[in-house]
């Protein structure tokens, strides 16, 4: 029978993941039932929320021991039990690390065929998406305020900070490492980007923060949480907005915790975590929006991506460790 090479969680991890936690198994190729497809997996998203995945049921079901890694991917139709698909469609689907997966029909979201196919996993994916979501509705900017992103050269806060500044806010980014803050500001146009690596702790990054937010800041799109998020929260005017897309910081390990929770009553600051996936009325308007900024050049996008279906645990940890530019993604074909 046809094979179907998989990645496995071989191990829940008590602390840091790491390679050792993954295995790649060899599987028979799955056979599609009565509604189902079988897909052939082209690219497979790689997001830090699949880490939170692994500690228990968030928004969804949570990754076991011996499951194969969940993913958000894009796959073409091989084979099709239901009529509302064909083979040589493409669609997009909650999959598996995987060759080879099937999946009920009515799960699976025909695409166009669009070229390159990775933006629709970054731009005008699920990165595109959440970035729009969050910023606007939100973050509800208006044109002369100071948003802050962290994560800014990561696959949505590198979006998040290029609508703002269509907007006519002022963007200030918050990123690991000086080449990819050289790269959020010369490249995507962001007024300033602060290196988090080059401070030792919270009240170093405020006082560089301070110094690149000299009006306070009223928007801040959140991807990081702990260190980062208190140095952020002192900044901000009364009245601001927070959009909680997630807090990486506490994914690999045990959560920091916030250390300035009277902040939030004394600058009476509104706070509002999201999931995406749950506000779908929204996406045509975001798609539409996407569409106009990239067409008109106010909207680059960058792609990190790997080669090969062993590669996907090694990308994983790489995007934990920031090591991406803009959207991680595995090519399997």
């Not at 179907?4 to 993941?17: D, S, T, Y």
């Not at 590198?158 to 010369?186: E, H, N, S």
């Not at 080059?198 to 690149?212: E, M």
Request: charged share 20%; proline share 5%; with cysteine.
């Amino acid at each position: 029978m046809p094979g179907n090479r998989q990645i496995i969680v071989r191990e829940l991890p008590k602390g840091a993941l790491t390679e050792a936690h993954f295995a790649l198994r060899e599987a028979d190729r799955p056979v599609p039932g009565e509604g189902e497809v079988l897909l052939r997996t082209i690219l497979m998203s790689i997001d830090a929320a699949n880490r939170a995945w692994m500690q228990g049921a968030t928004y969804r079901e949570a990754v076991k021991a011996g499951d194969v890694m969940h993913t958000y991917a894009i796959g073409e139709v091989v084979e099709s039990q239901d009529a509302s698909l064909a083979p040589g469609d493409l669609v997009a689907a909650e999959a598996r690390w995987a060759e080879y997966v099937t999946l009920k029909a009515r799960r699976a979201q025909k695409l166009p065929r669009l070229r390159p196919l990775s933006q629709l996993l970054s731009v005008y994916g699920i990165a595109g998406k959440t970035a729009y979501h969050g910023l606007i509705g939100v973050g509800r900017p208006q044109a002369g305020e100071t948003v802050v992103v962290s994560a800014a050269a990561g696959s949505v806060g590198m979006y998040v900070g290029q609508i703002a500044k269509a907007l006519g806010c002022r963007a200030v980014g918050i990123a690991g490492g000086a080449d990819k803050c050289a790269y959020v500001v010369k490249e995507l146009g962001f007024d300033a980007c602060i290196d988090y690596k080059a401070h030792a702790d919270s009240k170093s990054l405020y006082q560089a923060l301070k110094g690149v937010t000299p009006d306070g800041v009223d928007g801040y799109f959140e991807n990081v949480g702990g260190t980062v998020l208190d140095a952020v929260l002192p900044r901000m005017n009364a009245f601001g907005r927070i959009a909680l897309c997630g807090m990486i910081s506490g994914y690999n390990g045990v959560p920091i915790p916030l250390t300035q929770p009277q902040l939030i009553l004394q600058s009476r600051l509104r706070i509002e975590g999201f999931i995406v996936s749950e506000h779908t009325d929204d996406w045509p308007a975001a798609l539409k929006e996407l569409g106009e900024l990239v067409a008109s050049a106010k909207l680059k996008y960058r792609e990190t991506v790997a080669q090969g279906i062993e590669e996907a645990p090694r990308a994983f940890l790489g995007l934990l460790a920031g090591r991406n530019f803009g959207k991680q993604l595995v090519k399997l074909i």
